[in-house]
């Protein structure tokens, strides 16, 4: 019912930027929250930050201060500006997403297949 689509990955020293893209394309009746989360090697996949339809965002705390979710007006896709990039941030991204996708409430939660980032000089 409901497919997203990350982009934006890539190699990049440590202090450096990248920012990430999610295309939200389906049947969606209304959005909820969309956000990100990460896995690194040989660890557990962890909330990096979501946001929701009215704006509200929240940030897991190595997040604080150093990335920035949003959302483009009028289309389902949101962003992950990532400044000072570390080491420790090289992971797999994914995008997550909560939808309702029916009228008469049914719901849609899930990720992408997520896009890959490697920090290291």
């Known amino acids: 019912q409901v497919q997203l689509a990350e982009s934006g990955g890539g190699f990049v020293q440590p202090g450096g930027s990248l920012r990430l893209s999610c295309a939200a394309s389906g049947r969606i009746v209304s959005l909820n929250t969309m956000g990100w989360s990460r896995r690194a090697p040989g660890k557990q996949r962890e909330f990096v930050a979501q946001?929701?339809?009215?704006?509200?965002?929240n940030y897991a705390d190595f997040a604080k201060g150093r990335f920035t979710i949003s959302r483009e007006g009028g289309k389902n896709t949101i962003y992950l500006q990532m400044n000072s990039l570390k080491p420790e941030d090289t992971a797999d991204y994914y995008c997550?997403?909560?939808?309702?996708?029916?009228?008469?409430?049914?719901?849609?939660?899930?990720w992408g297949q997520g896009t890959q980032v490697i920090v290291s000089s």
């Open positions: 997550d997403g909560f939808f309702q996708t029916d009228l008469d409430g049914e719901t849609w939660d899930g």
């Open positions: 946001i929701t339809q009215d704006g509200t965002t």
